[in-house]
């Protein structure tokens, strides 16, 4: 099981730091600061029939058995994607891109944005990773946080 209480790092950056941006939806990404290992997705687990799901339901939806809230894969392959090039809503900048991602280990297909900054080298079939961006607002004004995948990069010697 994993724990989703926050660590003391990350209650003194909330009380200590001022208000920056907020996940445009809280509880289904990690937030930082990120210790050891990146952000994560946070679903859904059915202990039941052992089925995930991004976001997590209230129940699961094929037999009715009670969720845990698990951490998901941050690496996964770009299934297919879309460039928006028309007005976007949340103060999102154009162009934007929504692609459906299959995550590495869980058996998920989700929709998530990609990276906007990397557009031009997009490819179905690579390899993504999971990164959190300040990216448009919430709909008040007020900077958000989106999670997005972005192309995995291959550290060179």
Known sequence: MVDFSLTEAQKALQENTPRGPEPILKGIFTLPPYE???PRLIGGLCARC???FFPSPFVCPYCLGELEKVHLSSQGTLHSFTVVRVKAPYGLSLPYCLGYV???DDGLRVLALIDFTCIEDLRIGMEVT???KEFGHDGKGNPALRYMFSPKT???L
Do not use: A, F, S
Request: one cysteine or more; charged letters at 45%.
């Open 130 to 132: 999971l990164c959190v």
């Open 50 to 52: 052992t089925r995930k």
């Open 154 to 156: 291959e550290r060179l």
């Open 102 to 104: 299959d995550l590495k």
């Open 36 to 38: 050891q290992e990146g």
